[in-house]
């Protein structure tokens, strides 16, 4: 084997609850080909999105040295806090984090070279493949294996274009598709008020909204239905379980953001009462209201129930009755766009949209705030 040759290493680490069920996934390729070289996953029990981050680079660094150790290594991962930490950018200051950031420079240190870089959680699609493999292995009781050797392993969707053309690769596996319903009317809705965990019902005209949505739902070939726990939601989904017979399953990780001290209050009046507090949040995906959720908390918990809805609706298609920022979210996610994306979303109340999951990476959407029901 010729010495020195370049090698890739894409590596992603998953916790569904962090800390929860956790496992972590990483493939090494050939840098010229894309030539998938060894793939290794693993559940690791209960652990953070950290420590199952860290534990596949550890694992593709390990399966990298075992192909050339003299190699220069490309590694490729969606974390950028091992990035930057591995990378000396960022100190490491988590006691958790240290002996697995000394594990991986110890298997890192033997190579030619070792350069570390960011990329979009879209662009790591089959080492997050792998560690979901892994975790679902789990939970049925079972190790992750390797698929068979005449399976050819599927082609992330490839980087943007220099011109800045999006990239595009066709997905070879059914999707799971997820019919994402935004609740019907509130007052607070309305008054356009911050709405986030206050429970409170639909208006006579939102549940009219409702029961259009089921009617539309009605003929769109769902079969399971998935809520947000809150009082709008659930009420919006009885609707639609009424015209198809279908259960409604609770899921809280899609329910609204927690506004705190903002719930019930204008943008007006929140810009009036907490001004500094209120430009941090649009600025910030990480900023929380006052006694709030940040969107990043917001998007850890709806990343986790897509996980979980994905694993037991597998191939399916979904209903999912839900609020703004979640289906926001699901949207910028299938899209690759970034959290900040989200203020530059519009969703009317019980409006619809569509977005579609392929096992093999890339994420489809379909439509977008569809409220053509609501006229008929």
């Given at each position: 084997m010729t010495a020195g040759r370049r090698l890739v290493v894409e590596a992603d680490g998953g916790s569904r609850g962090n800390p929860g069920p956790a496992g972590f996934g990483a493939v090494v390729k050939d840098a010229l080909t894309g030539e998938v070289l060894a793939e290794a996953a693993e559940a690791i029990g209960l652990a953070t999105n950290n420590v199952a981050e860290y534990r596949g680079l550890i694992a593709g660094l390990t399966a990298?040295?075992?192909?050339?150790?003299?190699?220069?290594?490309?590694?490729?991962?969606?974390?950028?806090?091992?990035?930057?930490?591995?990378?000396?950018?960022?100190?490491?200051?988590?006691?958790?984090?240290?002996?697995?950031?000394?594990?991986?420079?110890?298997?890192?240190?033997?190579?030619?070279?070792?350069?570390y870089e960011w990329i979009p959680r879209e662009r790591n699609s089959h080492a997050d493949r792998l560690a979901n493999e892994a975790m679902d292995a789990a939970a049925r009781g079972e190790e992750w294996r390797p698929r068979a050797e005449e399976e050819p392993a599927p082609v992330p969707p490839p980087a943007p274009a220099a011109s800045g053309a999006?990239?595009?690769?066709?997905?070879?596996?059914?999707?799971?598709?997820?019919?994402?319903?935004?609740?019907?009317?509130?007052?607070?809705?309305?008054?356009?008020?911050?709405?986030?965990?206050?429970?409170?019902?639909?208006?006579?005209?939102g549940?009219?909204?409702?029961r259009a949505a089921a009617r539309a739902v009605k003929d769109r070939d769902v079969e399971a239905i998935v809520t947000s726990p809150l009082e709008r939601c659930r009420a919006t989904a009885a609707e639609v379980a009424a015209v198809t017979g279908l259960d409604v399953r609770v899921e809280d990780g899609f329910r609204e953001t927690a506004f705190g001290a903002w719930e019930g209050l204008t943008f007006r009046e929140a810009s009036e009462r907490d001004p500094d507090a209120l430009a941090a949040w649009l600025a910030d995906p990480s900023a929380a209201p006052p006694g709030g959720e940040s969107f990043e908390a917001v998007a850890r918990r709806v990343r986790t129930a897509l996980d979980k809805l994905k694993v037991?609706?597998?191939?399916?298609?979904?209903?999912?009755?839900?609020?703004?920022?979640?289906?926001?979210?699901?949207?910028?996610?299938?899209?690759g766009a970034p959290l900040p994306s989200l203020y530059r979303m519009h969703l009317d109340t019980a409006s619809l949209s569509r977005v579609d999951w392929y096992d093999d990476g890339p994420a489809s959407l379909r439509s977008f705030n569809d409220v053509h029901h609501l006229d008929a």
């Open positions: 990298a040295a075992g192909i050339d150790p003299d190699a220069r290594v490309e590694v490729r991962m969606d974390s950028k806090l091992v990035v930057e930490q591995m990378s000396g950018r960022w100190k490491i200051k988590h006691p958790d984090m240290r002996p697995l950031a000394a594990r991986a420079r110890d298997a890192a240190s033997g190579f030619g070279s070792v350069l999006p990239g595009w690769s066709a997905a070879t596996t059914t999707p799971t598709g997820t019919l994402l319903l935004r609740h019907g009317e509130t007052s607070l809705s309305i008054e356009k008020r911050f709405a986030g965990v206050s429970d409170v019902p639909l208006t006579e005209r549940l009219a909204q409702a037991r609706h597998r191939h399916k298609r979904v209903l999912v009755v839900s609020h703004v920022t979640p289906i926001k979210i699901l949207v910028a996610d299938a899209l």
